[in-house]
Each structure stands twice: as C-alpha cells, then as structure tokens.
C-alpha cells in the first residue's frame, strides 16, 4: 500500500511513496525523508498523510519512530496522519 499523501476533503493526492510496501517501519522511514527534504513544497494548510500497513508476522513489539523533526514539520504543515491497518 502506497503512502497517500493529499489536501484534506480531497481526492486528488498530491503524491504516493512507498508503493507495494506493507510494513510499517520502512513506510514511516520514507515519510519522515520526504517530509524533511520537501517541507517548503507545500504552505501551511490542511492535509491527510495515510499509511496502509499490515502488522509484522511474529511481531512482539519495537517498530517505527517518528522523529520530533518530522512531527513538527507536521504539524507546521497541518497534516494528520492516518495508520490504516490492513489484514493480510
């Protein structure tokens, strides 16, 4: 499931990353890289980051970090961040 990333109340994404990746770490990994080298292209605003993840096989704890960097950049944006859990 790609990263969806697009204005709030609409259909039209503004971009994807990470398309066919499941796994939660790598997707929050390539989020909080696009958003530290793209934060100037988008004006503050109201926006929707959704990651689709399925859960780890064998998970028991430990996973993704979203750094305070990336968090802040988010919240200068306005973006909400959506975790969408798919089965498998």
Do not use: H
């Amino acid at each position: 499931m790609p990263i969806y990333i697009k204005w709030e109340n609409s259909t039209e994404n503004i971009t994807q990353l990470e398309k066919g990746v499941w796994d939660l770490p790598s997707q929050i990994q390539a989020l909080e890289k696009w958003l530290i080298e793209n934060p100037l292209n988008l004006s503050p605003s109201n926006y929707i980051v959704d990651l689709g993840f399925s859960v780890r096989e064998n998970a028991c704890g430990g996973g993704a970090i979203l750094s305070p960097q990336a968090m802040t950049i988010m919240g200068q944006l306005g973006v909400k961040l959506y975790l969408s859990e798919y089965g498998d």
